[in-house]
């Protein structure tokens, strides 16, 4: 019996390890904070190690006793599947920065757990503990530590209408990956103005103060700095 190779097994592999390879380039990159939250960056190695069996195992299977040619619609089809993994590999690595922004708004409600649990009353505040007051409407617990000194990390945005020495200071949280990503937002005054640009990543020090829904830090010192290695926080839903 004449084995033939089969045009779309191996076609079929090909997107598979291509899919494999961008799992592998991530890891080996240390770029899964960019894709995944902490508590789900195992699904790299489990997709990087499954896609690779799978690929090999459909080439092994790629020898034939009756043809099977490669139809136009399986290769549309192989193309498609394979193209986002190709693209993503091809680019330079990317944070959802200010046009996300603009795109999402303000964080949502709905389906977010709070989970810190910790006192606010004094030491340093985290954009986590920001976001589950704001998150819980319980901004007003901060009433007695307004003008108190507190350092946040995030990248720039702007309104329109903002004032010059005046941003509003972002970081996104992620529970699963950037698609379920929500933002924390503090305004910003007293920066120096002009200074900073949209997506600039900064550390902003200054007194804060609760107003209504939101935060006001009043910088006394802002600091431009490189894109944290984690530029998301991990969050749960």
Known sequence: MTLTWSKARIATSAALAVWAALFWYIIILDRLPLYLAAR?????PVGAIT???AALGRLASARTSVPEPLSKKQSINLVTLALPALLIMALPPIALGSFAIERRGPSVSG??????????G????????????????????????????SS???????????AAGEFTLNRFIISCCPGD??????RVVGAPPGQFEADDWVRVSGGIYP?????????????????PAHPYLSGRN
């Open 51 to 53: 896609l690779t069996l």
């Open 152 to 162: 946040f990390t995030g990248f720039v945005s702007r309104e329109p209408d903002s």
């Open 40 to 44: 789900t960056t195992w699904l790299a």
């Open 211 to 227: 107003v209504g829904e939101q935060l006001v830090v009043d910088a006394s010192e802002v600091i431009q700095v490189p894109r």
């Open 111 to 120: 389906g977010y757990v709070t989970v810190s649990g910790r006192q606010i």
């Open 181 to 186: 990503a929500i933002s924390v937002q503090l």
């Open 122 to 149: 004094e030491g340093d505040l985290s954009l986590m503990d920001v976001f589950e007051l704001s998150y819980d409407n319980e901004l007003h617990r901060l009433a007695d530590r307004a003008g108190t000194t």
